[in-house]
């Protein structure tokens, strides 16, 4: 799953493609492959197709953030003041409980550890089923 991140951040128009198109050869190939390594895990084959399917939901939920990242990524030019911003139109208006209460953790989040943490949850929980 760290390999397509790594893809996805790396080549930006795979985000583009993959986010666009989820029926594409390179979207079967990928779900293929999530199947095929749940398989090698162990994964009883009755459950694979529902745990490869979140899991490709993650990787392509990434790719299509990405994607609108790289289009704003036009008008917007810092990172850190764009969250920052973001993070305060959230706080500011007491409307948002659960995001005030993250905020820090918000503007300071990688996305790349906070993808591979999503995977690990996902996996967590199809490992204990």
Known sequence: MMRVFDMITTRPWVATQL??????PAVMHLFDRIGTELDVRGIPENEQFDAASVLMYHALGAASQ???GRQLAATVTDRATFL?????AVTDTGDYPFLTRIASQFAEHDDREQFEAGADIILAGIDRS
Do not use: E, I
Request: no cysteine.
């Open 66 to 68: 990405r994607d609108a």
């Open 84 to 88: 920052d911003s973001t993070r305060s």
């Open 19 to 24: 986010a666009g198109a989820p029926w594409q």
